[in-house]
């Protein structure tokens, strides 16, 4: 339970850490950051990483006076990140996706499901990649599974970028320019929290709504 509490803490007040490791290292915090976003996106063993809190925070941050984190370098540096990172998920569920439908399990793993998802993905694969980069967790493993059911690569590849340039760009530059307003400055827990929460709103929604609307 104290883990719990402090991962929670430390998402809550993420721009405690980052402005101390700024300070200490300068611009050795791009790699970090790469790697954080990196991680996040392309490995799936790491889907609680900070995404979007992590991103507003950064944009903030990079706004203040004194700080050697630039919005114009940390924008195509991260959405690299972020493209490497989804492109190599799907690759590695592209490879590992032939052996796991090998398995004899016939109610989940079988050709009849992957024939579906590849429809599935082939048709509405797209708006999947760009809604799914605004969902915690889920944005970790859209692109494993795109690449499992075999998404066509260039579809996937077209995607990956714009998802990535949408979703970076968006949230950046949102820390960017609210994040130095006083009663943002001054509410910063709060309003990463609310961002925590708006992101995972849509998540919630599609696990909830079809138990509510059997419950009627």
């Known amino acids: 339970m104290e883990h719990v509490h402090q991962f929670l803490?430390?998402?809550l007040h993420i721009d405690t850490y980052l402005i101390p490791f700024i300070?200490?290292?300068g611009t050795w915090a791009y790699l970090l950051l790469f790697t954080v976003i990196f991680c996040e996106t392309g490995l799936i063993i790491t889907p609680?990483?900070?995404g979007d809190a992590l991103l507003f925070t950064v944009g903030s941050i990079a706004a203040l006076p004194g700080h050697p984190l630039h919005v114009l370098i940390l924008s195509p540096l991260l959405i690299t990140a972020s493209i490497l990172g989804n492109q190599v998920n799907y690759l590695l569920g592209r490879a590992?996706?032939?052996r796991v439908f090998s398995i004899h399990r016939p109610w989940l793993f079988n050709q009849e499901n992957l024939e579906e998802a590849h429809r599935f993905y082939?048709?509405?694969g797209g708006k999947t990649l760009v809604f799914a980069r605004f969902i915690p967790v889920v944005r970790t493993f859209v692109p494993f599974i795109a690449g499992v059911s075999y998404m066509s690569i260039r579809r996937f590849t077209f995607y990956n970028i714009g998802s990535?340039?949408?979703w970076i760009g968006s949230i950046l530059n949102l820390g960017y320019f609210l994040g130095s307003i006083p009663v943002v400055k001054?509410?910063?827990s709060v309003v990463v929290y609310g961002i925590i929460l708006v992101s995972f709103l849509p998540l919630l929604y599609t696990f909830l709504y079809p138990r509510l609307i059997k419950a009627r």
């Open 23 to 25: 300070q200490t290292y």
């Open 186 to 188: 001054n509410n910063f």
């Open 9 to 11: 803490y430390f998402f």
């Open 96 to 98: 590992i996706g032939p």
């Open 164 to 166: 990535a340039i949408l």
């Open 122 to 124: 082939e048709k509405h």
């Open 48 to 50: 609680f990483l900070p």
